[in-house]
């Protein structure tokens, strides 16, 4: 096996796409619209490499295919194709490897080691894509200069056993990231940051401490959420998440951070029609520099309350009123689908 980060001359040449989905080839991949043998199937796509790598039938689902390529650089990227390239060697790291890919893809907490792990490979907690790499460690490898994502590859990918097994000797490159991480859990432990939950609508509402972004306090220019620690806490299929700002709030409403991915283990996320609440919230709204809308520039992200620059502002509402109308919504759009769940089954019985 041998991988080539992809390129427009691969196009045509038959090759195991790994992670991510082109064209002309065997799919490996969670990513929406994969082609991924069903026998493979996996959360992960570092799992579904290593279901492919301990299959007995490896030969037949490969079709005898030696190139690998991968078409964007991130934690899962990585791993998922190490794992193709070791063989059955990486078997014996499987319960490093995925939990390490969980992190990277999905902000999920399994153990310290497999965030810090993904931290030093991708070099941040966030589900979103990011223009350019920012890993930790393919920097650190190329003596401190920017690298592209090939370059990222061709760094890396040597480093990957020794950083699963040996993250503690990576600390310089994930020790910030880390601290950003272990703050937000702490925040939750105490209580400072909190988590409701709306059972009955499937709603995580989450209040997030101001003092968790320091003295200076949440500023939308500069501080993501807090992904890792709102994965580990909410149980909802919406996130809520409500910021003190400026005197006011800042919001945003996500799904979870699975929910991007084609997954067998972690159930599927509907999307839900969020135009009847935005135009509501934009009617309660006092804060007229800003506007409640729909946002899809991120995997997860669902609608923000943000200027017309797309920067999350300070809104009038409190969590209390958007969460109110949030239910109202989600609890009338399962009403719908129940209702026409309902008819299918009765046109199902009639004609039977």
Same mark, same amino acid.
């Given at each position: 096996?041998?991988?080539?980060?992809?390129?427009?001359?691969?196009?045509?040449?038959?090759?195991?796409?790994?992670?991510?989905?082109?064209?002309?080839?065997?799919?490996?991949?969670?990513?929406?619209?994969?082609?991924?043998?069903?026998?493979?199937?996996?959360?992960?796509?570092?799992?579904?490499?290593?279901?492919?790598?301990?299959?007995?039938?490896?030969?037949?689902?490969?079709?005898?295919?030696?190139?690998?390529?991968?078409?964007? $650089?991130?934690?899962?990227?990585?791993?998922?194709?190490?794992?193709?390239?070791?063989?059955?060697?990486?078997?014996?790291?499987?319960?490093?490897?995925?939990?390490?890919?969980?992190?990277?893809? $999905?902000? @999920?907490?399994?153990?310290?080691?497999?965030?810090?792990?993904?931290?030093?490979?991708?070099?941040?907690?966030?589900?979103?894509?990011?223009?350019?790499?920012?890993?930790?460690?393919?920097?650190?490898?190329?003596?401190?200069?920017?690298?592209?994502?090939?370059?990222?590859?061709?760094?890396?990918?040597?480093?990957?056993?020794?950083?699963?097994?040996?993250?503690?000797?990576? @600390?310089?490159?994930?020790?910030?990231?880390?601290?950003?991480?272990?703050?937000?859990?702490?925040?939750? %432990?105490?209580?400072?940051?909190?988590? @409701?939950?709306?059972?009955?609508?499937?709603?995580?509402?989450?209040?997030?401490?101001?003092?968790?972004?320091?003295?200076?306090?949440?500023?939308?220019?500069?501080?993501?959420?807090?992904?890792? %620690?709102?994965?580990?806490?909410?149980?909802?299929?919406?996130?809520?998440?409500?910021?003190?700002?400026?005197?006011?709030?800042?919001?945003?409403?996500?799904?979870?951070?699975?929910?991007?991915?084609?997954?067998?283990?972690?159930?599927?996320?509907?999307?839900?029609?969020?135009?009847?609440?935005?135009?509501?919230?934009?009617?309660?709204?006092?804060? @007229?520099?800003?506007?409640?809308?729909?946002?899809?520039?991120?995997?997860?992200?669902?609608?923000?309350?943000?200027?017309?620059?797309?920067?999350?502002?300070?809104?009038?509402?409190?969590?209390?009123?958007?969460?109110?109308?949030?239910?109202?919504?989600?609890?009338?759009?399962?009403?719908?689908?129940?209702?026409?769940?309902?008819?299918?089954?009765?046109?199902?019985?009639?004609?039977?």
């Amino acid at each position: 096996m041998r991988f080539e980060y992809y390129h427009d001359g691969l196009s045509d040449v038959p090759k195991l796409s790994v992670d991510g989905t082109v064209e002309n080839a065997v799919h490996l991949s969670h990513w929406q619209g994969n082609r991924t043998p069903r026998s493979l199937r996996a959360d992960t796509s570092t799992e579904i490499a290593l279901n492919l790598v301990g299959s007995p039938q490896r030969d037949e689902l490969t079709q005898g295919i030696k190139l690998v390529t991968n078409n964007h $650089f991130d934690t899962d990227g990585v791993l998922s194709v190490w794992t193709v390239l070791a063989g059955a060697r990486a078997l014996d790291l499987r319960d490093k490897l995925i939990p390490a890919a969980e992190a990277g893809d $999905f902000s @999920e907490y399994t153990n310290e080691s497999a965030i810090r792990a993904s931290l030093a490979i991708q070099g941040a907690d966030s589900p979103i894509p990011t223009n350019g790499v920012s890993s930790p460690l393919a920097r650190h490898l190329a003596g401190g200069a920017d690298v592209d994502e090939r370059r990222a590859y061709e760094l890396v990918l040597p480093e990957v056993e020794r950083v699963l097994t040996r993250t503690d000797v990576y @600390e310089p490159l994930w020790r910030e990231g880390w601290a950003g991480i272990a703050s937000a859990l702490e925040s939750f %432990a105490r209580g400072a940051s909190r988590v @409701e939950e709306d059972a009955e609508a499937h709603l995580s509402i989450v209040t997030l401490a101001p003092e968790l972004y320091g003295a200076a306090g949440f500023k939308p220019t500069r501080h993501a959420a807090p992904y890792t %620690a709102i994965s580990r806490h909410a149980r909802g299929e919406v996130y809520l998440i409500a910021t003190p700002f400026a005197g006011g709030w800042a919001y945003r409403v996500d799904y979870p951070y699975y929910s991007w991915a084609v997954t067998v283990v972690r159930p599927p996320v509907v999307r839900r029609n969020f135009a009847p609440l935005v135009a509501r919230l934009n009617e309660l709204e006092r804060n @007229e520099d800003a506007r409640w809308k729909p946002d899809t520039g991120e995997l997860t992200s669902a609608l923000k309350f943000t200027d017309a620059g797309g920067v999350l502002q300070a809104s009038s509402l409190t969590p209390d009123v958007v969460a109110k109308e949030m239910r109202g919504v989600l609890l009338e759009g399962a009403a719908k689908v129940s209702s026409r769940a309902g008819d299918a089954s009765g046109a199902i019985a009639r004609e039977a």
